[in-house]
Nanobody, 122 residues
Framework: QVQLVESGGGLVQAGGSLRLSCAASGRALYTMGWFRQDPGKEREFVAAINWSGGNTIYADSVKGRFTISRDNAKNTVSLQMNSLKPEDTAVYYC?????????????????WGQGTQVTVSS
Protein backbone atom coordinates (compact mmCIF):
# COMPACT_ATOMS: atom_id res chain seq x y z
CA GLN A 1 0.00 0.00 0.00
CA VAL A 2 1.29 3.44 -0.95
CA GLN A 3 -0.02 6.71 0.41
CA LEU A 4 0.53 9.93 -1.51
CA VAL A 5 0.17 13.45 -0.17
CA GLU A 6 0.37 16.47 -2.46
CA SER A 7 1.26 20.01 -1.43
CA GLY A 8 2.22 23.32 -2.98
CA GLY A 9 -0.93 24.37 -4.79
CA GLY A 10 -2.32 27.88 -4.61
CA LEU A 11 -3.32 31.02 -6.47
CA VAL A 12 -0.87 32.63 -8.88
CA GLN A 13 -1.07 35.19 -11.64
CA ALA A 14 -0.57 34.21 -15.26
CA GLY A 15 3.13 33.99 -16.05
CA GLY A 16 3.99 33.00 -12.51
CA SER A 17 5.38 29.78 -11.08
CA LEU A 18 4.40 27.13 -8.56
CA ARG A 19 6.12 24.00 -7.34
CA LEU A 20 4.01 21.00 -6.40
CA SER A 21 5.36 18.21 -4.22
CA CYS A 22 4.14 14.68 -3.59
CA ALA A 23 5.33 12.71 -0.58
CA ALA A 24 5.03 8.94 -0.84
CA SER A 25 4.96 6.38 1.95
CA GLY A 26 6.79 3.09 1.57
CA ARG A 27 9.92 2.33 -0.43
CA ALA A 28 8.58 0.72 -3.60
CA LEU A 29 9.94 2.51 -6.63
CA TYR A 30 7.00 3.25 -8.88
CA THR A 31 6.61 5.37 -11.95
CA MET A 32 5.15 8.62 -10.64
CA GLY A 33 2.82 10.86 -12.57
CA TRP A 34 1.02 14.16 -12.28
CA PHE A 35 -2.48 14.58 -13.64
CA ARG A 36 -5.00 17.40 -13.44
CA GLN A 37 -8.75 17.52 -13.47
CA ASP A 38 -11.45 20.14 -13.87
CA PRO A 39 -14.95 19.50 -12.50
CA GLY A 40 -16.97 17.39 -14.90
CA LYS A 41 -13.95 16.46 -17.00
CA GLU A 42 -11.69 13.44 -17.19
CA ARG A 43 -8.37 13.35 -15.39
CA GLU A 44 -5.75 14.68 -17.81
CA PHE A 45 -2.14 13.50 -18.01
CA VAL A 46 0.47 16.18 -17.27
CA ALA A 47 3.85 14.51 -16.71
CA ALA A 48 5.45 11.28 -15.51
CA ILE A 49 8.86 10.05 -14.42
CA ASN A 50 10.14 6.50 -14.20
CA TRP A 51 11.47 4.87 -11.04
CA SER A 52 15.08 5.96 -11.54
CA GLY A 53 14.31 9.48 -12.75
CA GLY A 54 16.06 8.79 -16.02
CA ASN A 55 12.97 8.97 -18.20
CA THR A 56 10.32 11.66 -18.27
CA ILE A 57 7.33 12.40 -20.49
CA TYR A 58 5.07 15.42 -20.74
CA ALA A 59 1.77 16.42 -22.22
CA ASP A 60 2.24 18.70 -25.21
CA SER A 61 0.33 21.45 -23.43
CA VAL A 62 2.96 21.73 -20.68
CA LYS A 63 6.14 20.75 -22.49
CA GLY A 64 8.84 23.37 -22.02
CA ARG A 65 7.00 24.98 -19.08
CA PHE A 66 6.72 22.15 -16.51
CA THR A 67 9.48 19.92 -15.15
CA ILE A 68 8.96 16.72 -13.20
CA SER A 69 11.67 15.38 -10.88
CA ARG A 70 12.03 12.91 -8.02
CA ASP A 71 14.19 12.32 -4.99
CA ASN A 72 14.07 8.63 -4.11
CA ALA A 73 16.05 9.15 -0.91
CA LYS A 74 13.22 11.37 0.34
CA ASN A 75 10.38 9.51 -1.43
CA THR A 76 9.19 12.69 -3.10
CA VAL A 77 8.27 13.75 -6.61
CA SER A 78 7.94 17.38 -7.66
CA LEU A 79 6.39 19.33 -10.48
CA GLN A 80 7.93 22.72 -11.21
CA MET A 81 5.41 24.79 -13.14
CA ASN A 82 6.60 27.94 -14.89
CA SER A 83 4.91 30.39 -17.25
CA LEU A 84 1.55 29.38 -15.88
CA LYS A 85 -1.58 30.08 -17.90
CA PRO A 86 -5.22 30.37 -16.81
CA GLU A 87 -5.93 27.11 -18.63
CA ASP A 88 -3.56 25.35 -16.22
CA THR A 89 -6.14 25.90 -13.48
CA ALA A 90 -7.26 22.54 -12.08
CA VAL A 91 -6.90 20.14 -9.20
CA TYR A 92 -3.54 18.42 -9.59
CA TYR A 93 -3.13 14.80 -8.52
CA CYS A 94 -0.04 12.71 -7.92
CA UNK A 95 -0.25 9.02 -8.86
CA UNK A 96 1.89 5.88 -8.62
CA UNK A 97 2.05 3.38 -11.48
CA UNK A 98 3.91 0.07 -11.75
CA UNK A 99 4.80 0.49 -15.46
CA UNK A 100 6.31 3.54 -17.19
CA UNK A 101 4.92 2.25 -20.48
CA UNK A 102 1.42 3.01 -19.20
CA UNK A 103 2.29 6.35 -17.63
CA UNK A 104 -0.12 8.45 -19.72
CA UNK A 105 -3.22 6.46 -18.74
CA UNK A 106 -4.92 7.44 -15.50
CA UNK A 107 -6.70 4.08 -15.41
CA UNK A 108 -3.36 2.29 -15.04
CA UNK A 109 -2.37 4.07 -11.85
CA UNK A 110 -2.59 2.07 -8.63
CA UNK A 111 -2.52 4.87 -6.07
CA TRP A 112 -3.58 8.53 -5.95
CA GLY A 113 -3.18 11.44 -3.63
CA GLN A 114 -6.03 13.67 -2.53
CA GLY A 115 -5.17 16.48 -4.96
CA THR A 116 -4.10 20.08 -4.62
CA GLN A 117 -5.81 23.08 -6.21
CA VAL A 118 -3.91 25.27 -8.64
CA THR A 119 -5.60 28.49 -9.75
CA VAL A 120 -4.03 30.80 -12.32
CA SER A 121 -5.62 34.22 -12.65
CA SER A 122 -5.48 36.22 -15.84
Amino acid sequence: QVQLVESGGGLVQAGGSLRLSCAASGRALYTMGWFRQDPGKEREFVAAINWSGGNTIYADSVKGRFTISRDNAKNTVSLQMNSLKPEDTAVYYCGANRAFANARAASDYDYWGQGTQVTVSS
